[in-house]
């Protein structure tokens, strides 16, 4: 497994990473039991994965995770977690208080006395100063008390595709950032333009989240989804095939759309991880696979660039 430095925290990582949210939360959204899990955790750390992704709100992922992982050695693997400063409800920010109890639960669920990596999980722009002023101060408390090891957030990329608020955090307060977690994807390129060059100078670990998720894997949602950026005028008709819009990425050594994805996802060295948020052994073992060349050929990467790397928009 290929290992680089998750940018100022100096953490090595392992290139793949394993999610526990999405669309399968470890499984618990398609019926695993907690054998199946520990086995899907196993297979990772066996196979040099060295990071797990959790977060509050991943269903029981949290507990899950801690339970796979009881027994491990702790310096053998990162927790990565997050919690929302958002009350969805009342639609305010949380107070510090909040921060506090739900690191505390977050640790005992996790089973451990430290957090590696603790992220304010998807601030929008017009959150993002009340969110440093009223809580930053208490994650760096919490940091030098030593449960979390670095800070971070994340993006909220279904309602800021662009993700401005990364944009923001990052011209705004480089200093304060040791980890963002975002989103770069085949489907996804614009953080190439701003935001990878800032962490870059910044020195800021880049963690690469839902960069395959519902669209790549499934032929039909990709077709109907070039379709539609054809007929919007997004990009030009004879652009890509219309039918399996992506298969002549599939060649030599990549064997589907969906390994181009991770590899794609890979490809800028400002990313220090890619997730993947699999629930199955098989499909963890052939996307580690893929990551043994994190690129796809000159001529595919310069393709898929130049078609799609002005689009803004969730997918
Ligand atoms: N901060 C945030 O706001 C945020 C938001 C989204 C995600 N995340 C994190 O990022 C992680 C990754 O995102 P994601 O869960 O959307 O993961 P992803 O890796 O982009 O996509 C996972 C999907 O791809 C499928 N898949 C993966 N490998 C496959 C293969 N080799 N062959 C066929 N299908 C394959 C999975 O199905 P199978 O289970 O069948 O393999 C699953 O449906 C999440 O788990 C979470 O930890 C964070």
């Not at 519902?214 to 077709?223: A, S, T």
């Not at 030009?236 to 060649?251: A, I, Y």
């Not at 580690?288 to 002005?310: G, N, Y």
């Amino acid at each position: 497994m290929i290992k680089r430095v998750l940018g100022k925290t100096g953490m090595e990582v392992s290139l793949l990473s394993l999610g526990t949210g999405g669309a399968r939360q470890l499984g618990q959204t398609i019926g695993h039991s907690i054998y199946d899990q520990k086995r899907l955790v196993k297979a990772a750390l066996d196979i040099g994965v060295n990071v797990f992704d959790t977060a509050t709100h991943y269903g029981d992922s949290e507990s899950i995770l801690g339970e796979c992982l009881s027994g491990i050695p702790r310096d053998s693997f990162l927790l990565c977690t997050k919690w929302p400063a958002r009350d969805e409800v009342n639609n305010t920010i949380d107070d510090h208080t909040k921060l506090i109890k739900s690191i505390e639960k977050s640790l005992e669920r996790l089973q451990t006395d430290y957090i590696d990596i603790m992220l304010f999980h998807g601030i929008m722009p017009h959150e993002y100063d009340l969110i440093v002023e009223s809580l930053y101060p208490t994650m760096e408390r919490l940091k030098y008390e030593g449960k979390i090891r670095s800070i971070g957030f994340s993006s909220r990329f279904s309602e800021d595709p662009g993700q401005k608020g990364i944009e923001l955090g990052l011209s705004k307060h480089p200093e304060l950032w040791d980890v963002v977690m975002l989103k770069y994807g085949i489907l996804n390129q614009s953080a190439a333009a701003k935001i990878l060059p800032l962490a870059r100078n910044h020195n800021i670990g880049v963690i690469n989240m839902a960069a395959v998720r519902v669209k790549l894997p499934d032929p039909i949602l990709l077709e109907q989804l070039i379709s539609k950026w054809k007929s919007s005028g997004l990009i030009d008709n004879d652009s890509l095939p219309t039918n399996n819009p992506l298969g002549w990425l599939v060649k030599d050594n990549v064997k589907s759309v969906i390994e181009a994805g991770y590899k794609f996802a890979a490809e800028p060295s400002s990313i220090s991880t890619v997730l993947t948020g699999t629930a199955s052994v098989e499909h963890l073992k052939m996307n580690v696979e893929s990551m043994k060349e994190p690129s796809l050929i000159e001529d595919h990467m310069d393709r898929l660039k130049a078609t799609l790397s002005h689009i803004i928009e969730y997918a």
